[in-house]
């Protein structure tokens, strides 16, 4: 099945290149150009590189490219996963009947199932862990590779300490065991990243209609001939031929010769405009019925079209406040956290006992786990992005997005920006 979050699309759009998401083709964060690349640490090879956790497993899933029995396996990796954890789930409400009646009311039949569900449980988690933290674990190295903060350290050492404590438990016969616990934090975090990263490429699918709009190739008119060049061949001050009906590639000027132009693709404005000679026009705008020769003001891919898509895709990298605060406490988070369970474990280790300590820093490390900053706010942005890109709304940053809320009045210059110029009919008379 033809997939729209293939990253070949975004290769064709001129959308990906080595300082981009492989899979959404929007740039690297600032640390992560900067520092050593993937590539480097892997003998010179042009291994992919991604912006997050959730593009590389959406890569992973959505890739038509390779063994079909390959792609079909990832697709159901996530499937598979939640089925067990469900599973899983069920066990558990078993085990924990335990602290609601009394052994005396289970009876000894009910009792003895009790260490077939914790065998069972245990054997459910296993795959899970395999299926969700591998690629999680892929991230974190890939994360510390390029000398970054990892925040999904976090996650992982939670999800460790879980399954650690739990299959102790089980060979111990004593005790509670939390594998629900390293399972549905494994299938909670994967469906958020997942859903960041599909939200992450729509907004790029804006970028990607913009790109499409300038033609491969150009007739450019060369001592007194026609010739066809690519776009990336025109220079400033060639003359270029433009047929009715075609995209202009170039900023330039009208040389010869008058055209209706539709800019609406640059202006927002619906209504064609007349253009003569003398007069400028944009790339990326349609010539509907004029036979135009159009001196280039600009080299190819470098006009107006050009800067509009960086725009976006500027608003797209730079980060709002409060992703810019979590990355700011992300590189001492981790540390305080596990300094903070070391002492919670230290504390009950001495005023209580084993398990009990065990349990309190589990639950110190499984509290922390920055879901609020790290996936709900990222994600709750990119989803706004797209669905205002999809309404022709573009935002030059997130901080201009999350600062309309605060907004009370809002200003039109005419009631064109109101308007899709696009007449429907609302009530038939007969």
């Given amino acids: 099945m033809p997939s729209m979050f293939s990253h070949d699309a975004a290769r064709s759009a001129g959308l990906s290149h080595p300082e981009t998401c492989h899979y959404c083709g929007l740039p690297l964060d600032a640390g992560a150009t900067k520092d050593q690349s993937v590539s480097e640490h892997n003998g010179g090879t042009n291994e992919p590189r991604y912006c997050c956790f959730g593009c590389r497993f959406a890569e992973a899933v959505a890739n038509e490219k390779g063994d079909a029995g390959h ?50 449980s245990l054997v459910l988690t296993v795959p899970v862990l395999f299926l969700l933290g591998g690629p999680l674990l892929d ?22 300490a879980s399954f650690i404590y739990s299959l102790a438990s ?71 031929h433009v047929l009715a009906g075609e995209r202009i590639p170039v900023d330039g000027a009208i040389v010869r010769n008058t055209a209706t132009i539709d800019q609406q693709a640059v202006t927002g404005e619906s209504e064609p405009v007349v253009r003569q000679t003398g007069d400028e026009v944009f790339s990326g705008t ?28 500027a608003a797209a990298q730079q980060q709002e406040r409060y992703q810019r605060l979590a990355d700011r406490i992300a590189r001492w988070f981790l540390p305080a ?9 230290a504390l009950r280790y001495f005023w209580h006992d084993l398990p009990g300590a065990m349990l309190a820093a589990l639950a110190v490390v499984l509290i922390a786990c920055p879901c609020a900053l790290g996936l709900a706010t ?49 009530t038939m008379i007969v």
Avoid at 286 to 313: Q, S
């Fill in 139 to 160: 991230n974190i190295l890939a994360d510390w590779r390029c000398r970054s903060a990892a925040t999904d350290l976090l996650l992982l050492v939670g999800v460790a």
């Fill in 286 to 313: 349609l010539n509907l019925d004029g036979d135009l020769y159009i001196e280039a003001t600009a080299p190819g891919g470098a006009g107006t079209l050009r800067r509009m898509i960086d725009a976006v895709a």
């Fill in 378 to 426: 990222p994600m709750a942005l990119w989803v706004a992005l797209g669905r205002a890109s999809r309404a022709q709304l573009l935002f030059r940053d997130g901080d201009s997005l999350t600062r309309l809320a605060d907004v009370k009045v809002v200003c039109f210059d005419k009631t064109g920006t109101l308007t899709t110029g696009q007449a429907v009919v609302e």
């Fill in 71 to 120: 792609v079909r396996w990832t697709l159901t990796r996530l499937g598979v996963a939640i089925f067990l954890s469900m599973n899983v789930m069920v066990f558990t409400l078993a085990l924990w009947s335990r602290d609601v009646y009394v052994d005396a009311a289970l009876g000894g039949d009910a009792r003895s199932f009790h260490e077939l569900f914790r065998y069972a």
């Fill in 337 to 345: 956290v596990l300094l903070a369970a070391a002492g919670t474990f």
């Fill in 170 to 240: 089980t060979l111990y016969g004593d005790g509670h065991v939390y594998f629900e616990v390293t399972c549905m934090v494994l299938v909670a975090v994967t469906l958020g990243r997942w859903l960041e990263a599909t939200g992450k490429l729509k907004t790029t699918e804006a970028l990607r209609a913009l790109e499409n709009l300038l033609p491969d190739t150009v007739r450019v008119i060369r001592d007194g001939e026609e010739i066809v060049q690519t776009l990336g061949e025109v220079n400033t001050g060639d003359t270029l």
